[in-house]
């Protein structure tokens, strides 16, 4: 483990449900990402929070929907997805503030999601 | 747009090779390049380049960074089946308040016995 933990670690879910993906850090970080991380594609940022704000939204659709509640927790709530939206969604926690940005992020081991 | 392309997409050597990953960018307010290792799922930090001309080592693996050229290499000696993963070279750009990675393909290194 490395710090980050994300559950589920796989997810098929159908194009009408509705799913969460979450992700946790005990680094003590207080900057959280999402990435989508597709076959033959790099890795491609979606959101960024820091200090509990989100500060960055890369035009993702809007049936991606996250929530930060706490500098600890980063949810990722899903709803009529599709299938090319089928990857592996990475969550990333960093210490964002000045001179702490040393050793770039810490990843969590994904959650698989296939949509059918 | 922050652009990081790597080079080569994929490769594959023998055990006690010697293999050299290499990353380009193009990013406006340059801080730092990263290398990742990414063996099944999560991506695990390899180096951090700040400055120029300076060797990084960890064991086999080192890195060095050239600002002018706008490139790094990563260095792999005496390779191992271990060492099969892909590589992912990131920059950050530090325009802002945040501190954000765009990352390349990587390289996809397979070591067979």
């Known amino acids: 483990e490395t710090g980050v933990t994300q559950t589920p670690r796989h997810l098929v879910m159908g194009m009408t449900n509705k799913k969460s993906l979450k992700c946790e850090q005990h680094?003590?970080?207080?900057?959280m990402y999402w990435y989508k991380q597709s076959a033959k594609k790099p890795l491609e940022l979606m959101f960024v929070?820091?200090?509990?704000?989100?500060?960055e939204n890369n035009s993702v659709p809007s049936r991606f929907s996250p929530e930060c509640p706490n500098s600890s927790h980063l949810f990722l709530h899903l709803h009529t997805l599709q299938p090319e939206d089928s990857a592996l969604y990475l969550c990333?926690?960093?210490?964002?503030?000045?001179?702490?940005?040393?050793?770039?992020?810490?990843f969590g081991s994904g959650t698989r999601l296939t949509v059918v | 747009e922050d652009k990081v392309v790597q080079s080569p997409l994929s490769l594959v050597v023998h055990e006690g090779d010697t293999v050299t990953l290499n990353c380009s960018y193009e990013?406006?307010?340059?801080?730092?390049l990263l290398w990742y290792k990414q063996e099944k799922k999560a991506p695990t930090f390899l180096f951090m380049l700040?400055?120029?001309?300076i060797e990084k080592k960890s064991g086999r693996l080192s890195s060095i960074l050239d600002k002018k050229e706008l490139f790094s290499i990563l260095n792999i000696t005496a390779t191992q089946t271990g060492d099969s993963a892909v590589y992912l070279c990131a920059v950050i750009n530090s325009g802002g308040s945040n501190y954000k990675l765009t990352f390349g393909k990587g390289t996809l290194l397979t070591v067979n016995p």
């Open positions: 680094l003590g970080h207080n900057a």
């Open positions: 929070y820091s200090l509990e704000e989100r500060v």
């Open positions: 990333a926690s960093s210490q964002d503030q000045g001179q702490g940005f040393k050793y770039g992020y810490t």
């Open positions: 700040t400055s120029s001309g």
């Open positions: 990013v406006t307010n340059f801080r730092s």
